[in-house]
């Protein structure tokens, strides 16, 4: 008796479990114009379970409890929470952000506005670039524009980036196309200050195709900052100091470990031990500890913008001071940016512009990539050396004296 009741509870409790899910189907609309939205994302609020809308803007969902709020977005949209209870069709209206429509980005020679571009564009504002702070401009497209790859050309401070937009070109040539304030800039994007920079924008699709073959492998359009018409003098200083090192080393041999795996190659090729006994190793040098420093990084700017009713203008300077965390002052690097931006309007008819930037870089440079490297030397230099020893020359006697 007891067995069939419970049997009849577990049935009862598992309908009413299934009668708490339902399946919801539904279309997204523009709400402006009523066409349907393609791959929209249609989310259950709070869990991983969704869908996506077809090309007809319909999606389907199975498995939604009575209660749930669907969350519903799309590019370029407002995102809407729409609740299912009592519901098994939707007909979600999204509004339009006009705000993100509106944004104005570079194109080509000029500017347009989001809403009407219909090449792949990706646009880095001024505040974006000064809450990343990178000493490198190249820096501030790593992780913020799609399809942009950046790598470092090295690790050494004012090393260069490469910078890859959908991938490799087959011309020959594979870096974008760099224009700054519309004209093309040849220099090194670690010569720029990127406090001046007002906006990045980078073209990758039929945007790019105003500036012909030399714009394949895309166009990084920068542009620097001006001053603001009717505005009094505004003055901006900001400066930071940091201190910089290494984030992780790799994990070597101690003294100990290289003697004993010393010893038995010796003893397998049939020669004497060159650590009989291990109690006598003195030295445990760790030579990546003594490579690698704490050193600082220091960075100055300052600005004096403003304008009168026909004219802006905006004086600017900057000085950045890095060592590295390899060879310290021995490898390092200085960066002097100065820049002045006027425009007036002379007449309605007739404007003048003077945009000058000035840049002196200074660098020192070790050996950092390959054989004779500092980093391979350290690497490969056995932890039974005294770093304190005369004859670091290749002549170390690995025997028992050590």
Same mark, same amino acid.
């Given at each position: ?101 509106? %944004?104005?980005?570079? @194109?080509?020679?000029? *500017?347009?506005?989001?809403?009407? +571009?219909? &090449? #792949?564009?990706? !646009? ?71 406090? %001046?920079?007002?906006? @990045?924008?980078?073209? *990758?699709?039929?945007?790019?195709? +105003?500036? &012909? #073959?030399?714009? !394949? ?186």
């Amino acid at each position: 008796m007891i067995k069939n009741c419970l049997i009849i509870i577990f049935c009862i409790s598992g309908m009413s479990l299934m009668a708490q899910t339902k399946t919801i189907s539904g279309i997204v609309l523009d709400g402006s114009n009523q066409i349907p939205l393609p791959n929209a994302e249609v989310k259950v609020k709070g869990t991983d379970k969704g869908t996506a809308t077809n090309f007809d803007g319909e999606f389907t969902l199975e498995g939604v409890n009575e209660d749930a709020t669907l969350v519903v977005s799309y590019l370029g949209f407002k995102t809407q929470e729409v609740s299912v209870a009592g519901k098994t069709e939707l007909t979600i209206n999204l509004q339009p952000d006009q705000e993100a429509l509106e %944004d104005v980005v570079v @194109i080509g020679y000029g *500017k347009s506005s989001r809403r009407n +571009i219909t &090449g #792949s564009v990706s !646009s880095i504002s001024s505040e974006s670039i000064q809450d990343l702070e990178p000493v490198n401009t190249a820096q501030a497209l790593q992780g913020t524009a799609a399809g942009v790859n950046v790598t470092p050309q090295g690790g050494t401070p004012g090393a260069g980036y490469n910078i890859r937009i959908r991938g490799i070109g087959t011309n020959g040539n594979n870096a974008p196309l760099i224009i700054l304030d519309g004209f093309q800039y040849g220099g090194g994007l670690n010569s720029l200050n990127p406090n %001046d920079i007002e906006s @990045i924008t980078v073209l *990758k699709g039929a945007e790019a195709a +105003i500036y &012909g #073959s030399i714009g !394949s492998n895309g166009v990084v359009l920068i542009e620097t900052k001006n001053g603001d018409r009717n505005q009094d003098p505004v003055i901006n200083y900001n400066t930071y100091f940091g201190i910089q090192e290494t984030t992780r080393e790799l994990p070597l041999l101690n003294s100990t470990e290289y003697a004993l795996l010393l010893n038995e190659s010796y003893a397998n090729a049939g020669q004497a031990l060159p650590f009989p006994n291990l109690s006598s190793i003195e030295n445990d040098t760790d030579w990546q500890g003594q490579i690698f420093s704490a050193v600082p990084i220091m960075s100055h700017n300052i600005s004096i913008s403003g304008g009168s009713e026909n004219t802006d203008y905006i004086i600017s300077a900057s000085h950045l001071d890095q060592e590295g965390i390899v060879g310290e002052e021995k490898s390092s690097f200085k960066r002097t940016t100065a820049k002045l931006s006027l425009n007036t309007d002379v007449r309605d008819n007739f404007k003048v512009s003077t945009n000058v930037i000035f840049t002196n870089n200074r660098s020192n440079e070790i050996n950092s990539f390959g054989l004779g490297s500092v980093l391979f030397n350290a690497l490969n230099i056995a932890p039974v050396i005294s770093p304190d020893q005369d004859n670091l020359d290749g002549t170390i006697d690995l025997g028992n004296e050590v």
